[in-house]
């Protein structure tokens, strides 16, 4: 594996995905041991030269000898390319690189949400992305889309239950926002679409748990057993991943509560 030498990458601290990969980098040699930083811990010199305010939302490479910065998806083909030169060649190709951009926006920008970490607010600097609403509603209608056809599938597996359409689905993914949203009055529109974007990460969770359930039904006839336990093992760690959530982002304890009566009162609907 070829080192890329004198090259630092501007990490995000608080965020566990950027924290995980920066790491496998370094560890895997293809940045060397300063190969990765803390945005926090910037010197004055750095900032200087480093766009502050776009490190926040694309991940930045530093040149340590010309002091020059690369930023976003172009920092990882670089890196990426060092050792592997075929890959940095089909990333560089316009309409593939295209794609590869608004890919890294869009977990970039929602990368608070997708894995979100517990802020240390005593750094002065902080790497928050800026809200970007348009990437935010993208993911949630991702999530949303997802979990709508896994609860569809997954709804069809339990003979007890009325036959599932996707229109029921819909409704009920995204009337778990709408009910949760009306706890959230006092808080102002920015605070009520982040938490959305969080429900429906947890949502999203869930839906992949499922899914080994919903593939091997495919072949073999599962017991109603074991696919109503798989199912209630799934909304147990999606209420302790939503409970998380909700005391990192600080916000009132009794959402956890009201997301499972939203559910309670959606099986009664349901039946």
């Known amino acids: 594996m070829k080192t890329l030498e004198n090259q630092t990458l501007l990490y995000d601290e608080d965020c566990p995905l950027c924290s995980l990969y920066t790491t496998g980098f370094v560890k895997s ?3 060397d041991e300063n190969g990765r930083k803390s945005y926090c811990q910037l010197s004055e010199e750095e900032q200087s030269f480093v766009d502050l305010k776009r490190a926040k939302n694309e991940i930045a490479l530093v040149d340590n000898k010309m ?3 690369i930023y976003g998806v172009d920092s990882l083909i670089k890196v990426i390319g060092f050792s592997f030169p ?12 295209f794609i590869l951009k608004k890919m890294y926006s869009f977990i970039s ?4 949400v997708i894995i979100p970490g517990n802020v240390k607010e005593e ?3 902080q ?6 609403f348009k990437y935010r509603f993208l993911f949630i209608g991702f999530a949303l889309t997802v979990t709508t056809f896994v609860l569809f599938g997954y709804s069809n597996l339990i003979p007890n239950l009325p036959k599932s359409s996707i229109i029921r689905e819909t409704f009920l993914a995204f009337g778990q926002i709408v009910f949760q949203s009306l706890f959230l009055m006092k808080f102002d529109k920015q605070t009520i679409i982040n938490y959305a974007g969080n429900i429906m990460t947890v ?3 869930g839906s992949l748990i499922l899914i080994p359930i919903l593939f091997l039904s495919q072949f073999v006839q599962l017991p109603e057993m074991i696919i109503l336990g798989w199912f209630g093992i799934t909304v147990f760690i999606m209420f302790l991943e939503h409970f998380r959530r909700v005391k990192i982002l600080k916000l009132p304890f009794y959402l956890s509560y009201t997301w499972i009566l939203y559910r309670i009162i959606a099986l009664i609907f349901i039946l």
């Open 29 to 31: 040699s293809m940045l």
């Open 86 to 97: 075929l890959i940095e060649k089909i990333a560089t190709v316009k309409p593939i690189h």
């Open 203 to 205: 949502s999203l969770m």
């Open 123 to 125: 750094n002065k600097l």
């Open 127 to 132: 790497c928050t992305p800026d809200f970007n």
């Open 109 to 112: 920008y929602n990368r608070k």
């Open 67 to 69: 002091k020059t910065v």
